[in-house]
């Protein structure tokens, strides 16, 4: 075991890599920039020694932006598009919704006038409600546009999708990301007042992809390894994801020089237009064998933190694996075993196929620098990346175990954990419920 820690921690695929991929500039889905990271993720894979490495492609309704603003009298403020939201200009009062809580809508009347909501919940409420769910809230109720304020002060104007997939509509209002800041002089200054929101964008037929590549023996069943390459366009992408599909070159690396000891073959993919909707992961998904999936190890925007957090959507086996880990490597892994169905491990998890979303452990409410323009490369540590992928890469190699079952539950299963977490009610609203089954 001992030599080829020594080589992951010698290694520099994968910082590499991921210097790669922010040096690009815009990996906006269906973007010229993202398939650049697709064809560099295959060929790194390839590098790695994973074989018959390709970028699978397929069509893709794009996005692509333009200028945004939000202004009062005398001032206008930074604001950012927020993807797949429609073009569009309206001056009309404002009204400050605080969190954007399903009940602050109830009790307003916010028909015909521009919503300012924040990125939190209370620590009162008891469930997580997504900006895309705030966002339809606003439409349901008629609104004109909608303004989405950063709750944490100093970490810029957000952007994330507001509409859906490929082949699915462009959201129905005008909608903007502000800063903290912004936020607050707008609900203190000019809540019930007149201001002005304009997007302009464009929504294109382009192309998107998935970098595929494979290891270990040839067989039937197979562990899916797997990242998203694409990012919003105002940033580097750093963290949110090169840094995840910056870790599995490095544990496809590893892996490979551990081929004999895969039990089970692993299918490492770089999915493209994760951020509009889970497109890639969702076109995989769709021509699958659900049942030849072992296990499935997406890893996400880690590197914020040096502790892995690995989301296990309540399969005890994924959970036993990473205790494992974390006991022969005697190195701390948080799991949490909860539902997490907004990435690219979701398209899969939610017919039953065990998977982990893995991540790092954070203190912090909300996701830090992600989706702003500050998602950048300096942020980041190399010692981080080697150590997480030492543990990933025990990981895959346990999952993949011939000793190792992990059975698949049924959808009906998955569907009563959203209803008792309370994330069932989220994504009715937004149109995510995948389920028809009473």
């Known amino acids: 075991m001992a030599d080829w820690i020594a080589e992951t921690f010698r290694s ?29 993720t295959r060929d790194a894979l390839a590098a790695a020694g994973a074989r018959d490495a390709r970028v699978e492609t397929f069509d893709l309704q794009g996005w692509v932006r333009g200028d945004s603003y939000v202004s009062m009298p005398e001032t206008v403020e930074e604001s950012i598009a927020l993807p797949r939201g429609p073009a569009g200009e309206v001056s009309v009062e ?3 919704l605080g969190a ?21 919940v209370p620590d009162y409420f008891d469930r997580y409600i997504h900006r895309t769910e705030k966002y339809h809230y606003a ?14 002060p100093g970490q810029l104007p957000p952007t994330g999708s507001v509409g859906g997939s490929d082949g699915g509509p462009i959201g129905d209002i ?17 809540d019930g007042e007149e201001v002005t929101v304009a997007v302009e964008c464009e ?22 390894l797997s990242s998203h390459v694409d990012a919003h366009d105002i940033a580097e992408g750093a963290r949110d994801n090169g840094a995840g599909t910056a870790t599995i070159v490095e544990v496809a690396t590893a892996l490979a020089a551990r081929e004999d000891e895969l039990d089970t073959r692993v299918k490492c993919i770089g999915y493209g237009a994760e951020e509009v909707g889970l497109v890639g992961s969702e076109r995989e998904a769709e021509r699958a064998d659900l049942d030849a999936i072992k296990a499935i190890v997406n890893v996400d925007s880690n590197m914020g933190g040096r502790t892995l957090e690995l989301t296990t959507h309540r399969f005890d086996e994924l959970d036993a694996a990473a205790d494992r880990v974390s006991e022969r490597l005697d190195h701390p892994i948080a799991t949490v075993p909860r539902m997490v169905p907004h990435s690219d491990h979701w398209p899969f998890v939610r017919w ?10 954070s203190d912090t409410e909300g996701r830090g620098w992600g989706h702003t323009s500050a998602d950048t490369l300096d942020k980041l540590e190399g010692r981080t990346l080697r150590e997480q992928s030492i543990l ?23 569907a009563a954990y959203l209803e008792q977490e309370d994330q069932a009610i989220g994504m009715k609203k937004t149109g995510g419920w995948p389920y028809d089954f009473e």
Do not use: C
């Open 12 to 40: 520099d695929a994968g910082w590499d890599h991921l210097e790669t991929l922010v040096d690009i500039g815009n990996r906006m889905a269906g973007q010229p920039g993202e398939m650049e990271g697709l064809e560099a």
């Open 139 to 152: 439409v349901e109720g008629g609104a004109a546009a909608f303004v989405y304020a950063n709750h944490v």
């Open 94 to 96: 404002l009204i400050d």
């Open 174 to 190: 005008p909608a903007v990301g502000v800063s903290s800041e912004t936020g607050a002089r707008l609900a203190r200054r000019f």
């Open 352 to 361: 039953g196929v065990p998977g982990y979303m893995v991540s790092s452990k």
């Open 203 to 224: 929504t294109p037929e382009t192309e998107s992809g998935n970098a595929v590549a494979e290891l270990g023996p040839d067989t039937e069943e197979y562990v899916i």
């Open 100 to 120: 954007g809580l399903p009940e602050d809508f109830e009790n307003a009347d916010v028909e015909g006038k521009i919503v300012l909501a924040t990125s939190d």
């Open 392 to 414: 990933l890469t025990e990981l895959v190699v346990d999952v993949a175990g011939d000793d190792v079952e992990i059975p698949h539950t049924e959808p009906e299963t998955v």
